[in-house]
């Protein structure tokens, strides 16, 4: 029987009252943090021309986060996907890396609003989980395993998306599988936007949000979709992930959605693979250093962490989501100002003469043959003084991590600037308390006029 199908079974029949406590409080966090960003990317480049071009088919139906009024549920869902990770800030799964409530959370919202707004809050936490959960264990299960250049974020966060749609939704296992199914139709989705340091990178999430929509629209009409989603001839594994997938870890332990405990909540608006290299530059700060008592920089990442992030940064020549993929400007930006913000990343901030002149001839990173190819950790430092002095750093776990996870007063924090940023007129204690909330029931709609 395809990995569909124990999927779907799995999915269907979580309860509330099975997820741990530990669950249930990453799943909230990932939550508060996920709103905070969406508010935060509102006024996001691109998101006012995406707002006019999807207008012209309607402006009725689903919230678009922020006060920008309404619009069917698969284009509110687009924007919303688009808002929410606009900024670079939203979670992680460090071990993929993957946004999960990225791709979970904007359709699972759309159409929950436009069919049960008033869902108890109970209900809403366990689709959460169980989105984030599948999301999380088909990245890990094959993610960069597959070496043609997909967007593994994009593709596996779909799955997730879906279950989480068909858990609200309370389907059976059948109708989940069709939607997979249609949902494996038009999965795509290409690394080839970071590499060009394209604005369509932030888009990217919120194309395959939008096909959850259609997917699992076509499959409560009563229409098949292929049933060997994973395992065919032509499957998800075979195709997306050139056969080298792990079945046994996406089924091992399933039932308890844990893996949600597992995400990463980030610390710095950028690349989760610059935010080890940005731990180290603010240490380098708190000893006192800036820019203009270093001579050189030499950082020393994982193979993967060199294709992501270890790009010459040119400063005349970039644009935001270089600077977002950049350990030279982070690093450069943590040194001199001791804090990664999001205003750290508009136009005007990612030309900064001196950050820029020292990312682009002072920092100079390289791969280390002997790290893990795929690891955000170690980094090494090793900094060089004009007065001749060295300074060597390392670290091995990065903030944000279940290792090293953000204290309630730290994401409140991150909160108050998302939420200052994008101009929002929440509040942010409101928003936090309007979360907690639906542990006890709370119905969505409570949450959901919040965001309108």
Not at 69 to 80: E, R
Not at 139 to 163: E, H, M, Q, T
Not at 175 to 187: D, E, I, K, S, Y
Not at 319 to 334: E, H, K, L, P, R
Request: net charge negative; with cysteine; glycine share 10%.
């Amino acid at each position: 029987m395809d990995l569909a199908h124990h999927l779907a079974a799995n999915a269907v029949s979580r309860q509330y009252q099975q997820l741990s406590t530990a669950t249930i409080d990453a799943t909230v966090d990932g939550l508060i943090d996920s709103l905070a960003c969406a508010l935060a990317g509102a006024h996001s480049h691109g998101l006012q021309e995406a707002r006019q071009a999807l207008g012209r088919w309607g402006n009725t139906g689903s919230t678009v986060w922020g006060g920008f009024g309404q619009a069917p549920a698969p284009f509110a869902a687009f924007l919303n996907a688009v808002s929410m990770h606009a900024l670079d800030y939203d979670d992680t799964d460090d071990k993929v890396p993957l946004h999960a409530n990225g791709l979970v959370l904007p359709g699972l919202m759309a159409t929950m609003e436009q069919d049960s707004p008033d869902t108890d809050g109970r209900e809403f936490l366990t689709a959460i989980a169980v989105g984030v959960d599948g999301a999380m264990r088909i990245g890990r299960a094959g993610g960069p395993k597959g070496s043609r250049g997909w967007n593994y974020s994009v593709i596996s966060g779909s799955v997730g998306a879906v279950l989480a749609i068909a858990r609200q939704r309370r389907w059976d296992t059948a109708m989940t599988v069709n939607a997979l199914g249609h949902q494996l139709t038009q999965t795509a989705g290409s690394l080839q936007s970071i590499i060009d340091g394209s604005m369509a990178k932030r888009f990217q999430p919120a194309q395959m949000v939008k096909n959850v929509v259609f997917a699992t629209a076509l499959a409560e009409a009563g229409i098949d979709g292929p049933r060997n989603v994973f395992e065919g001839k032509a499957g998800f594994i075979n195709l997306y992930q050139d056969g080298k997938f792990d079945l046994e870890n996406v089924l091992k332990g399933m039932e308890t959605c844990v893996l949600v405990e597992d995400l990463s909540l980030k610390p710095y608006p950028a690349c989760r693979f610059t935010h080890a290299p940005i731990d180290l530059a603010l240490e380098l700060h708190a000893r006192g250093l800036r820019l203009a008592d270093m001579r050189q920089l030499n950082i020393k990442v994982s193979g993967q962490a060199v294709n992501m992030v270890g790009r010459k940064y040119d400063p005349q020549t970039a644009g935001i989501v270089d600077a977002q993929f950049s350990i030279a400007y982070t690093a450069a930006v943590g040194i001199e100002r001791g804090a990664v913000l999001i205003a750290d990343f508009t136009d005007s901030a990612i030309r900064d003469a001196q950050i820029g002149k020292f990312a682009r001839d002072q920092i100079l990173i390289e791969a280390d043959e002997t790290l893990p190819f795929l690891g955000m950790t170690p980094v090494f430092f090793e900094a060089e003084l004009h007065n001749g002095e060295r300074i060597s750093l390392s670290t091995h776990v990065v903030s944000g991590a279940p290792e090293k996870r953000l204290s309630a007063e730290q994401l409140r924090a991150k909160v108050i600037d998302c939420l200052k940023y994008g101009q929002s007129r929440v509040d942010a204690d409101e928003l936090i308390q309007a979360v907690h909330a639906l542990k006890q029931g709370a119905p969505v709609s409570k949450l959901l006029a919040l965001l309108a």
